[in-house]
């Protein structure tokens, strides 16, 4: 049995890649969410993510399953819970997580510039905390170094970009809880981020992908609205020499940009499935399921983790429509910005034969635009 957990988009995806071929599911969530009404999957009411009943849920739950399962951590803290748990956990469950030592050097930023730079994987200029040399470049932006809930909370954005050293260093005194990261903004738009997913056990990959976003909402730093299949083995090279470097084992994506004089240059790293995870298996390369095959001591045809669909694209409807108004609403041609949604494409979350999650991805949706229209009422300045 395979145990999902985050049951939003990224969980979806990966009950779905492995139900599909057999693998029963189990998602533990502490509330309904789309993952959990899937055909493919069978829903486990679960205690909070951060509470401190949830490893010993997942002990009880290893207790009673006739064999052991598979663990799909899909957030960074449910990532390192597990990496803190893994002697008791490993009781129950087949692992495959980074240990200790390879996730801190892939998933606190200033950790990874050091890994990065060790392994010749360029990276954009970068300074911890300040104060600033008088010559960092600008535009900047600016991340905590490790993913803290609290950031996006008191800011309403993963990122934070400045076009003026002054608000710049301003914010910096105001960050120093977070241990800032301050980085060279990257020019180009969204066509030129890439990422390489792969799922690896002790430093081998088992399956991978390449890929690219072609839209994402918020502008800058947001998820993928749009997302396309597009196999570049340079991307792959970089990606897989820095996985291996760790001697990695899981699911991860690793986040580039190239820059305008074509230098590929690593963004981030997530050690766990992402949001658009389905658009891989589409392809061909069904990450999930090659890690679930190897935990288990099974082959799995080629066919199955060889990515094939070129261009393929993978659509978040709801990101989509608000990122195409926005597009349109700042004078982008409206056949340049349609023609981004084009072609053959795969629904992020609906799918024939699995309709359970659309009631529940119809709220949401309303929700969405609620939430964007209350925003943009509050912010509004009658001229």
């Not at 990496?83 to 930023?109: E, G, M, N």
């Not at 979350?349 to 309709?355: E, F, N, S, V």
């Not at 509050?378 to 001229?383: A, D, E, K, S």
């Given at each position: 049995?395979?145990?999902?957990?985050?049951?939003?988009?990224?969980?979806?995806?990966?009950?779905?890649?492995?139900?599909?071929?057999?693998?029963?599911?189990?998602?533990?969530?502490?509330?309904?969410?789309?993952?959990?009404?899937?055909?493919?999957?069978?829903?486990?009411?679960?205690?909070?993510?951060?509470?401190?009943?949830?490893?010993?849920?997942?002990?009880?739950?290893?207790?009673?399953?006739?064999?052991?399962?598979?663990?799909?951590?899909?957030q960074?803290?449910?990532?390192?819970?597990?990496?803190?748990?893994?002697?008791?956990?490993?009781?129950?469950?087949?692992?495959?997580?980074?240990?200790?030592?390879?996730?801190?050097?892939?998933?606190?930023?200033?950790?990874?510039?050091?890994?990065?730079?060790?392994?010749?994987?360029?990276?954009?200029?970068?300074?911890?905390?300040?104060?600033?040399?008088?010559?960092?470049?600008?535009?900047?932006?600016?991340?905590?170094l490790?993913?803290?809930?609290e950031?996006?909370?008191?800011?309403?954005?993963?990122?934070?970009r400045?076009?003026?050293?002054?608000?710049?260093?301003?914010?910096?005194?105001?960050?120093?809880?977070?241990?800032?990261?301050?980085?060279?903004?990257?020019?180009?738009?969204?066509?030129?981020?890439?990422?390489?997913?792969?799922?690896?056990?002790?430093g081998?990959?088992?399956?991978?992908y390449t890929?690219?976003?072609?839209?994402?909402?918020?502008?800058?730093?947001?998820?993928?609205?749009?997302?396309?299949?597009?196999?570049?083995?340079?991307?792959?090279?970089?990606?897989?020499?820095?996985?291996?470097?760790?001697?990695?084992?899981?699911?991860?994506?690793?986040?580039?940009?190239?820059?305008?004089?074509?230098?590929?240059?690593?963004?981030?790293v997530?050690?766990?499935?992402?949001?658009?995870?389905?658009?891989?298996?589409?392809s061909g390369?069904?990450?999930?399921?090659?890690?679930?095959?190897?935990?288990?001591?099974?082959?799995?045809?080629?066919?199955?983790?060889?990515?094939?669909?070129?261009?393929?694209?993978?659509r978040?409807?709801?990101?989509?429509?608000?990122?195409?108004?926005?597009?349109l609403?700042?004078?982008?041609?409206?056949?340049e910005?349609?023609?981004?949604g084009r072609g053959?494409a795969?629904?992020?979350?609906?799918?024939?034969?699995?309709?359970?999650?659309?009631?529940?991805?119809?709220?949401?949706?309303?929700?969405?635009?609620?939430?964007?229209?209350?925003?943009?009422a509050?912010?509004?300045?009658?001229?």
């Open positions: 049995m395979a145990l999902v957990f985050n049951a939003h988009g990224n969980g979806l995806g990966i009950a779905r890649s492995l139900g599909t071929y057999g693998v029963p599911v189990a998602v533990l969530s502490p509330q309904r969410d789309l993952a959990t009404e899937s055909r493919y999957s069978r829903w486990l009411q679960s205690p909070a993510y951060s509470s401190a009943h949830f490893i010993p849920f997942l002990e009880q739950i290893g207790e009673v399953l006739p064999q052991p399962g598979v663990l799909y951590p899909l960074d803290h449910l990532v390192e819970l597990c990496v803190i748990h893994r002697q008791s956990l490993s009781h129950y469950y087949h692992l495959s997580l980074p240990t200790p030592r390879a996730f801190k050097a892939l998933s606190d930023k200033g950790e990874l510039l050091t890994t990065a730079k060790a392994v010749g994987v360029d990276t954009p200029t970068s300074r911890i905390g300040g104060p600033l040399p008088a010559d960092f470049p600008l535009p900047a932006i600016v991340k905590p490790a993913q803290i809930p950031f996006k909370t008191r800011y309403g954005q993963k990122i934070l400045f076009s003026h050293r002054q608000e710049l260093e301003a914010n910096l005194e105001q960050m120093e809880s977070f241990r800032p990261l301050i980085q060279a903004f990257i020019p180009g738009d969204e066509a030129n981020l890439w990422t390489y997913g792969a799922a690896f056990l002790k081998l990959p088992l399956a991978e890929g690219r976003k072609l839209i994402q909402y918020p502008p800058g730093a947001g998820d993928a609205a749009v997302a396309e299949s597009v196999w570049e083995p340079s991307v792959a090279a970089v990606g897989r020499r820095l996985l291996r470097s760790v001697n990695y084992s899981g699911m991860a994506q690793v986040e580039f940009k190239v820059d305008p004089k074509g230098t590929l240059r690593l963004l981030e997530n050690p766990r499935a992402w949001s658009w995870n389905s658009l891989p298996t589409a390369s069904n990450l999930s399921l090659a890690l679930y095959a190897a935990l288990l001591n099974k082959s799995l045809p080629s066919e199955l983790r060889t990515q094939r669909e070129t261009h393929l694209r993978w978040y409807g709801r990101l989509w429509l608000l990122a195409t108004l926005r597009l609403l700042e004078g982008r041609p409206s056949r910005v349609l023609a981004l053959q795969i629904n992020a979350i609906l799918t024939q034969g699995d309709w359970g999650p659309l009631p529940l991805y119809l709220s949401q949706i309303v929700k969405t635009f609620l939430g964007e229209f209350a925003l943009k509050r912010n509004f300045q009658p001229r």
